[in-house]
């Protein structure tokens, strides 16, 4: 059993990655839309108003924003002590860091080459696109710096960084899946997600929507 993070630049095709990771591997991917399910079933709906805008400067600390990611913070520690799961953005990389059972990848391409698969993707120019890629940047370092207080981009935090500037999404899917497997088992007393203790009602949310998932792609 082990978990994975993926972190990514937009236009860096680590959401591609980390799904066809989890195929690869055979594990449960945990996206936005999963913790959400989790977090409403849960009882906290306030999720995307938290993390897909740049907070006001009253916002830094309103007790609902601190609230929502505690909470989504717990949904993630409780994906991973589940194990076999790929966690995708949503700070992963810091709840789960320095846990013996996880990799924590980092995801990036030189921004000219960003800039050309949004404007593709979008229909838009790569003048366009590159403002919104550097826009979507600003946005992600701003709710790390303000959450978790580090630099997203920092990629000394990362225990693999791939550039898919440089390698195929398949080459970068391929090297992460090793790394994964030669991952040793977590030896008696060193952290790791498996040791982690949930809440016994958020453990079952969250076995109950991956059962549903699971259903849904069967």
Known sequence: MAVVTVSRQLGSHGGRIARALARELGYALVDKSVINKVIRQYGLTRLDVVYDHKPKIWELFNSDSVT?????NETIAAFAARGDV????RGGFRVLAGLADVVNVFVKAPDSVRADRIAERDGTSPTEA???IKADDALRARFTKLFYSTDWADESQFDLVVDTGAE???EA???IAAAVRALPEPTPGVRSAATIAIDDVLSQTVAD????RASRSA
């Open 209 to 212: 929507v991956l059962a549903r």
């Open 173 to 175: 899917c391929d090297r």
């Open 130 to 132: 590159g403002k919104a």
């Open 68 to 72: 929502t990611i505690q909470m989504m």
């Open 86 to 89: 790929v966690i995708l953005g």
């Open 168 to 170: 195929t999404d398949e």
